[in-house]
Every structure is written in C-alpha cells, then in structure tokens.
T-cell receptor
Framework: ETGVTQTPRHLVMGMTNKKSLKCEQH?????MYWYKQSAKKPLELMFV???????ENNSVPSRFSPECPNSSHLFLHLHTLQPEDSALYLCASSQGTASNQPQHFGDGTRLSIL | AQTVTQSQPEMSVQEAETVTLSCTYD???????LFWYKQPPSRQMILVIRQEAYKQQNATENRFSVNFQKAAKSFSLKISDSQLGDAAMYFC????????????WGAGTKLIIKP
C-alpha cells in the first residue's frame, strides 16, 4: 500500500476545462513534488514544496498552478491545457529535501487532453 | 551539465537468472547520491536501492545489488534470481547535494522476465 495517494487515477479533459489533481501523503514528510512523465523521456520535475512553501518552479507554464495547503496535501490546478500536456503526473514526498532523502511516489494521474 | 544515460531501452531475462542494467552519468562533483527506482505497470515509482558516492562499498538490498565504479561514472544494477514480479521499468537517478532539489533521471530500461 502506497503512503502517497493520488486522485484521480485517470483524467480526460478538453483544452478549455479546469480540473485539479490531488496528492496526499501519509508518511509525515515535509516536502512534496510534482513530476511530469512523458513516454520515452526522463521524468521532469515541475514543482517542489518544502514546509508548504514553494521552493522550485522549473519554468512550468502558468496553465499549471500548484497549491500546498499543508504538508500532507498537494494540488495541481489545470486550465486551458494543450495536447502536449497529456502525460502521467506523479506526486512524491520526502522527509526534507536533502539529497540523501529518497522520494516516495504515488501511482500517478494519467492525464489525456482532447 | 549533469546527465544520466541508460543505454538499454529494453532487457529480457529468464526467470531465476541474473540480469544487469547499465547506467552511466556525467558529473564534475565528487559527492553525490545515486538511486535505482522501479516502476511496475501499477505506475508507482518504487525505490530499489541507493548509493552514496563517498562509500566505496557497493550497496545491496536482498536480490538487488549495484556495481558502482566512481572513476568510470558507472552505476549498474544487478538483479539475482529474477522473479516475475521484477518486470518493470527501471530508472537510474542522480542527485547532487548542492542541487536545487533536482533528481536527474535516465530514460529508463524496460525489464521483461521470461517464465
């Protein structure tokens, strides 16, 4: 059983829709991450939150908007997405952001943009 | 720039046999961390094993072990007594202690287990 839960598991949306991805971690961690995983490409780090404060934003388009209301929850708000945004979106958490701390991942949300 | 290369897009192995997945990386740093993650069809990325660069001893976790060659910048994963449940995508990742939270990932190797 995963300590990081992502919902929904699958999401199909039109380019004009607004939706949100949710991530919840039950591990007592204080850092959370959003990644984008596209076919045959390395994982791309999108956002990092440490102690509920955004500490990294890797030049992600503004149509992706993260929110971290507390250390256990992380959201990714989506609006006016493009077909190239179709991918698996993975959430992860860790105990701190030190480099020796492994990240624990959820099962991801498979996003398809029509 | 730091990069991670997994040169084998796909590997297959007979059940109960041993398989080695390769990973090389490029860095000018002397202190860093290396990880192998497994992603089965369930999609969850699972940590398999990690290695601190300052440790000469190769990390082991049950049937999983690494061959860490620091001078060659090589970090291969050996899976002994392969089991059907080992079938997955395997990703190698690098982390620099001074990095801005970045894990540098390889493109992955798909491991197929033949019964």
């Amino acid at each position: 059983e995963t300590g990081v839960t992502q919902t929904p598991r699958h999401l199909v949306m039109g380019m004009t829709n607004k939706k949100s991805l949710k991530c919840e971690q039950h591990l007592g961690h204080n850092a959370m991450y959003w990644y984008k995983q596209s076919a045959k490409k390395p994982l791309e780090l999108m956002f990092v939150y440490s102690l509920e404060e955004r500490v990294e934003n890797n030049s992600v388009p503004s149509r992706f908007s993260p929110e971290c209301p507390n250390s256990s929850h992380l959201f990714l708000h989506l609006h006016t997405l493009q077909p190239e945004d179709s991918a698996l979106y993975l959430c992860a958490s860790s105990q701190g952001t030190a480099s020796n701390q492994p990240q624990h991942f959820g099962d991801g949300t498979r996003l398809s943009i029509l | 720039a730091q990069t991670v290369t997994q040169s084998q897009p796909e590997m297959s192995v007979q059940e109960a046999e041993t398989v080695t997945l390769s990973c090389t990386y490029d860095t000018s740093e002397s202190d860093y961390y290396l990880f192998w993650y497994k992603q089965p069809p369930s999609r969850q990325m699972i940590l398999v094993i990690r290695q601190e660069a300052y440790k000469q001893q190769n990390a082991t976790e049950n049937r999983f072990s690494v061959n860490f060659q620091k001078a060659a910048k090589s970090f291969s994963l050996k899976i002994s007594d392969s089991q059907l449940g080992d079938a997955a995508m395997y990703f190698c990742a690098y982390r620099n202690p001074d990095s801005n939270y970045q894990l540098i990932w390889g493109a992955g190797t798909k491991l197929i287990i033949k019964p």
